[in-house]
């Protein structure tokens, strides 16, 4: 996916200013925080499970290669094939080779992510492929050519009437209102195209090692006819989804629907293992599937790996101030929010993003909430002291805090600074105490005043009143 | 008992009453406090924005100006939270200072921690305000757990009522150079923080950290709110606002 991080800002203001979008975004609030907060309350050992899986994901990282060895010679073995990628441009055209050796002229999609980092459905349209998404979100967002805005939810950023109109336009069918309605509309086109498909593609929230399965949630059963009907199935999903074994998913499934969309469990829990055998009414008659570095391993021993335990829930997003505000297209890539703000300068570069891992207050909301224990704000910190080694932080930003350090560290300049400083904001401040206007305060001043300090520091009133203390006692001796 | 009092810089600057403020319940909590002359900054706005050198370099210095006290207290959470829970990263390849930094970590609390769970403070005397609301700022919150201690404290006000903003836990969108760099941004979050704290019809937003002070006020004036005042747990507490 082209990525247009560097806009972020210029975006993030659009966005505040957009009434439906934010009107949109309010239903992350109703729906996603107070789900999640309502379903770890049925677990009575919810941090248990939280350490076991971060400990589970840890595990599989620590061993990566086994693991990933150990899960290609148990789906080879059931009759898949395992393909390894080591760029999206390499998965693209793995794909797209697979689709002319099996003659495929339609593929049909169930929701991935990870085929978004590797923008397929355009590599494969211009292999001569049609392409159609099958996940409701997904689905609206190819009738409306727009890039998802949520990891999980991937049309949040729209309203039901924007669906509405968008349906009657494309399906050119009396418009539809209540959301079963638009739900069947949806339905009625998407299955012939299930059933003319040639290629089913998928991706994977993990890959299990010991069965050699891939497994998927859903909540609409899309994922199930993509994996099963059409002859091909193809699933493309990055290398740190592997888990070791069964056991190890079960426990994370009890986090990820919780998490992800305020749900005990998803309607659909799918493991896919191998081809279709004798007697087996469904299944594909190939299955291929494609595992992604696409700079993951790059990560396995730096001091970003925690970030490949995400099991991409969304609950950092949800949870986050700035995404809650502006939405998810500001942040300009395939992955949004606190993790997209450390995936994105690290899968793209870190020249490319350079506003993401600084968009945040550092709140640590989403640190709390994230069921795998990723550090988020501490990644993003990591982040800013690699923009900082390398030059890459804007110049009055360096300067002023080199000024500051470098003072900080002089007590008895610092004092002298400090005292002509608050002296001149007290004159500032006027009589109503408020500075309106504040030179060198950047984006402070457009929506806020600064309220002017007393005029003194701290520490000459302290020595003052030591002062009058010393008078006092001596005059009392 | 001796108590060093950090004062942190922004209070140091912006509002000193907060320091006596904060002088006044540790004395009568019966601590002896100590206010080092030299004392500047923790460093947290140079490790937030990668600048870790000179991080260290601060970190280094309060590490000297404090380790003789017994305990350390800052009347800021994200302050004493930069110092408990991220000194020990700025050392992690020191291991002689970084157990001297580990040792100062176990002694340093944010006020209101302090004040009802090391000191034990008992009473508080009658205020003249009635009506508050308390924002929990963020890095007190998470980093250090002040949720039911200013609470506590605010509970032993005889004649005070607290009533909960909506989302008194939700960023108030300071985050340092954030509120300069992303002006728009930190200031809707504030915005929806002044509208939560409207919500409560309360006379008085009761905080305790600068950052947040700073900004909830700035964006609750140029609302052309006058009226709410924003206090610091330690003023309100003390009797000095
Ligand atoms: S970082 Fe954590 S909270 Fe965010 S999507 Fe990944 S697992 Fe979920």
Redesign the pocket.
Known sequence: MQITSMHFKARAGKKLADVKLQAALRKLQSNFVKGRADRILELDNFEDIRAAAAAIRDRALASLDVWLEEFERNATARGAVVHWAETTEEANRIVCELAAKYDVRKAVKSKSMVSEECALNDALEAAGVEVVETDLGEYILQLAHEAPSH?VAPVVHKSRDEVSDLFEEKHKLPRKTGIPDLCREAREMLRPHFLSADMGISGANFIIAETGSTLIVTNEGNGRMVTTLPRVHVAITGIEKVVPTLEDVTTLLRLLPR??TGQSITNYVSLTTGVKGDGDLDGPQHFHIILIDAGRTKLIGSDMQA?L?????????NHCPVYQNVGGHAYGWVYP???GSILTPIYAGLENALDLPNASTLCNQ?GV????K?P?PDLMRKLREKQFERGLKPWPERFGLALWGWAARRPVLYAALSMMGVRLLAWMGGAAKLIHNLPFGGGWSGGRDLPAPQGKTFRELYRQHKRIDRINRTQQD | MRVGLFVTCLVDLMRPGIGFAAIKLLEAAGCEVFVPQSQTCCGQPAYNSGDRASAQALARKLLGEFEACDHVVAPSGSCAGMIRTHYPDLFADQPAELERVQRLCARTYELCDFLVNVAQLKSIKEKSIKTITYHDSCCGLRELGVKSQPRALLAMVQGLSVTEMPEAEVCCGFGGTFAVKFGEISTRLADNKCGAIAATGAEAVVLGDLGCMLNIEGRLRRRGDMKTQVLHIAEVLAGTE
Do not use: K, S, T
């Not at chain 1, 335990?309 to 997003?317: K, L, N």
């Open positions: 990891i998490h992800g970030m335990r995400c099991i991409r829930c969304g609950a950092c997003m929010g606190p993790m989403c909430v994230c069921p795998v990723i988020l």
